[in-house]
């Protein structure tokens, strides 16, 4: 693949597979794909096509049997566990499903614990605005609904300013209407601070209001696509 400026993360062949002999699984295929600086980007498919596998790939958590992943020009296919930690502090925001908020911490104080991770934070009461939880940010987490518990997750993988977010399922428990407004939410912070992300979901929906999607099947890609008039998150339905 050629060299192009406004690709930050671009994957190439990449392979993963567990087991050996005749219990092997292989989970990803050959998977290529580049990522756009500033973009929104959406991979879909069903449980188990090997979507998150790929993401935890993609943003230093897992390591690939085979291919490439390279981060601008960075390849950090055969970085060390080490150095994949600096990796993944220096660069990388991180959303899960389930919100692994630290109970006996208040919204501000869950925030400000990975504010500490960086040399470039974000001004953290701002943030703390454009998430909506002013009137929450003294509250614990089970004071918190589960909207309002993955906005202060959100601020927590957004704080320390990363060059990437990576979503996995980030709506995947919560109802419509709180679905909507983490949509929103994200939405908003790529159009106010350049955040590239990447989203796994099962909601086909989603991928409408990305710049680029890629639907995953079976460990492969099946479609790849590029929308250069996304929908606005509030126009979605499912």
């Known amino acids: 693949m050629k060299s192009d400026s406004n690709v930050i993360i671009r994957a190439e062949n990449i392979c993963k597979f567990y087991g050996d002999g005749e219990a092997r699984t292989l989970i990803l295929d050959k998977v290529s794909v580049d990522f756009q600086r500033g973009k929104i980007h959406t991979i879909y498919g ?10 935890y790939i993609v943003g230093g958590l ?45 919204v501000k104080e869950n925030i400000e614990v990975c504010e500490y991770l960086s040399d470039n934070p974000l001004n953290i009461d701002e943030l703390i605005n454009v998430l909506g939880l002013e009137t929450q940010k003294d509250k614990f987490p089970a004071q918190l609904s589960g909207g309002q518990q993955q906005r202060c997750a959100i601020g927590r993988a957004l704080v320390k300013n990363p060059m990437v977010l990576l979503c996995d399922e980030p709506t995947g428990a919560l109802d419509y209407k709180t679905s909507r407004d983490i949509l929103m939410l994200l939405e908003q912070i790529n159009q106010k601070y350049g955040t590239t992300m990447i989203i796994v979901t099962h909601n086909n929906s989603i991928k409408e209001m990305s710049h680029h999607s890629i639907i995953i099947k079976d460990g492969r890609i099946i479609n790849e696509e590029n929308n250069l008039v996304p929908k606005k998150s509030t126009d979605l339905e499912w």
């Open 46 to 55: 069903p449980s188990g096509s090997g979507k998150s596998t790929f993401l």
């Open 62 to 106: 897992d390591k690939a049997n085979s291919g490439n992943v390279m981060y601008e020009n960075l390849d950090i296919t055969h970085l060390s566990n080490k150095e994949l930690c600096k990796f993944r502090k220096k660069y990388m925001g991180y959303i899960f499903q389930m919100y692994n908020l630290i109970p006996n911490l208040t």
